[in-house]
Structures are given as structure tokens and as C-alpha cells.
């Protein structure tokens, strides 16, 4: 099923449009058009991966590449996270040896920074990974060490130079860049310590980069993810794509449909591209937080008992 661009591309050329003829260019639109039309269908396990974080002063942010956290492990012991429920409620007033939800609650609102520096007031400091990137400017909405709101404009130069800012900043709330080739890295460099720390990578599809952050458990240095990603556009023909190629045909013939406003054979069509898909996971596996535990119970050297009949319960776990 791991079809690239490129590949996907030429099997759906002769469904795109009325004419059943188009360019490479139109063709990526239409790729691109159908997996955002299937993107959010289901729960597809394709749209899902492991990323490991570090954690920073008892917190993580989620990279922009990620929607919603599914799993989460700290070492080897998987981790609980909060839902709205608890995020709503006075967490000091719950115990918490009685409540499941203590180990990953969200830090409310959304974040620029991976990080934050509060050792000093600090210049901006921007890096281009890319020498395409030379000569890009970013706009940062900062607050000054008087509390009062800038607009800093700064403009990347010859990495691995490190760009900086003439006014000293105690805090950032909003960022805008244009799409890059490469990854940009935000550092505050501290004019005191003569020292640079970095708070923030932003990814090349960041145009108004925002992060959702998340407190973790005391002892977490790093922790590990299974996470759903974001819609984006493809563009680099080996990129892989997350869908079966009959499931992208149809997906195709809908969006032909939607153009000719014919709603019957657009939801036709929709409806079979999800079937087709859902065939392609059904033999995916799950991801699980790991083995079954159960308390006061240890498992029986002999699972099948010596009576041939079926087995019992106090075949497979014997009480302690």
C-alpha cells in the first residue's frame, strides 16, 4: 500500500477530470484533493506514528506535525492522560491515589515555543538548517523586559551564523514565517551568559506555528508518543501516501463527481473508497501499551487442564 506520489500520481491519471488526460502538476492536486477527502473518514492507522519527546521543566509540546495523542509511555510504564473532563475540574481537589487521569494533562491555550527561557532577557535567535533559506525573514510578536508588545523582525543569514534581534525579549506569543525548503530553529541567546538555547524548531510547512503542551509525570526525561498526524499537502514525489490505490481511485471519481454536482455519485463513490480502505487495515495491527496485567493474579504453568474438557478460568490464573 505504500505507494509514493510519484507511483500514485500515473495509476490515477486516466480518472482525473471528464477527459481522462492530465499533467503531472494536476495530477498532485488530485492526489492531494482525495487523501484530504479520506483524511478524516476514520481513524486510519496509517495517519498514526511513534515519536519520542523530551521533556522540559516537567512539560512536552506536541510538534505541529501531530494532532491528538493516542498512547503515551514514560520508560517502560504507559501513561494516562487526562480528557476534558479532568482539564475542566479543580485537579488539587482530586486525590491522587484515586484518580486515573494524573499522569498527562494539557497546559491551557496554544504556544509557540517548545520552550520557554526566563533566565534573562534575551535576543531572537534564528537559524536556517537549509542554505535555500538565507534571506528569510520571520516576523516575532514579543514582550520586551518592560512588558510592552513588538513587533521583531528577523531575517536568517548564512547557517550555521546565528541571526539575532537588537531588542532583549522576555517572552514570545506569536510567530509568521513563509514556507521554507528546511526546518528554522528560534534560539535565546542570552546576552548575559553569552549563551544560546533553543525554544523552538519550526517545520517547513509552518506558516503561523502554534504547539499544544502537555505537563508530564515528575520523573519523565523523555517520553514516547503514538500520535495521529495532521493533514498536509505531498510534494516530494517519494514521499509515501497513507491510503490503497482503489481506495484513491474513488476517492478521485467522488471529487470528479462533487465538480459536476452529482451528490448521488459522489457519496457513491466516497463510500466505496472508504470500504476499500477499511479492507486494506483490516489485517493492520493495533497498537497496545503492552502486556495485560492483572493484579493478585499469577498465570498457571499448565494453561490447559489435564481433564480435556474446556478450559476454566483457574486453568489460565491461579489466585494468590
Known amino acids: 500500500m505504500a505507494d509514493t506520489l510519484e507511483e500514485m500520481v500515473e495509476l490515477v491519471k486516466g480518472f482525473v477530470g471528464d477527459s481522462g488526460t492530465c499533467s503531472y ?6 492526489v492531494n484533493q482525495a487523501r484530504r477527502l479520506l483524511w478524516n473518514k476514520r ?42 473532563w479532568f482539564n475542566q475540574t479543580n485537579a488539587l481537589a482530586l486525590r491522587p491515589d484515586q484518580s486515573c487521569h494524573r499522569g498527562i494533562t494539557e497546559v491551557g491555550g496554544l504556544h509557540v515555543l517548545f520552550r520557554d527561557y526566563t533566565t534573562h532577557p ?19 510578536e514579543a514582550q520586551d523586559q518592560y512588558d510592552t508588545y513588538h513587533k521583531v523582525k528577523v531575517t536568517t543569514a548564512n547557517p550555521p551564523t546565528l541571526a539575532k534581534s537588537d531588542l532583549l525579549v522576555k517572552g514570545i506569543r506569536a510567530v509568521t514565517k513563509p514556507v521554507t525548503k528546511g526546518r528554522i530553529r528560534v534560539y535565546a541567546y542570552d546576552t548575559a551568559l553569552q549563551a544560546k538555547t533553543l525554544i523552538a524548531i519550526y517545520q517547513p510547512n509552518d506558516a503561523h506555528p502554534t504547539f499544544r503542551r ?19 499537502d505531498l510534494t ?11 481506495a484513491m481511485i474513488y476517492a478521485v471519481l467522488a471529487l470528479n463527481a462533487r465538480e459536476n454536482r452529482k451528490a448521488d455519485e459522489f457519496l457513491k463513490n466516497i463510500g466505496i473508497a472508504v470500504q476499500e480502505q477499511e479492507k486494506e487495515m483490516e489485517s493492520a495491527e493495533i497498537p497496545t501499551c503492552g502486556t495485560l496485567r492483572i493484579s493478585n493474579f499469577s498465570r498457571a ?6 481433564d480435556l474438557l474446556s478450559p476454566s478460568p483457574n486453568d489460565y490464573f491461579l489466585y494468590r
Open 301 to 306: 504453568e499448565n494453561l490447559i487442564g489435564s
Open 25 to 30: 502538476e494536476r495530477g498532485v492536486k488530485a
Open 43 to 84: 481513524n486510519w492507522t496509517t495517519q498514526e506514528e511513534y515519536v519520542q519527546i523530551c521533556c522540559v521543566n516537567g512539560c512536552f509540546t506536541l510538534p505541529a506535525r501531530y494532532e491528538q495523542i493516542r498512547l503515551a509511555w514514560v520508560g517502560d510504564e504507559a501513561a494516562s492522560l487526562a480528557d476534558e
Open 236 to 246: 516530494d514525489p517519494k514521499e509515501l501516501l497513507e491510503f490503497s490505490p482503489d
Open 122 to 140: 534575551y535576543q531572537i535567535g534564528v537559524m536556517a538548517e537549509e542554505a535555500e533559506d538565507i534571506g528569510v525573514e520571520l516576523m516575532f
Open 214 to 232: 502537555f505537563t508530564a509525570p515528575s520523573t519523565c526525561e523523555c517520553i514516547t508518543l503514538y500520535a495521529s498526524r495532521k493533514y498536509y
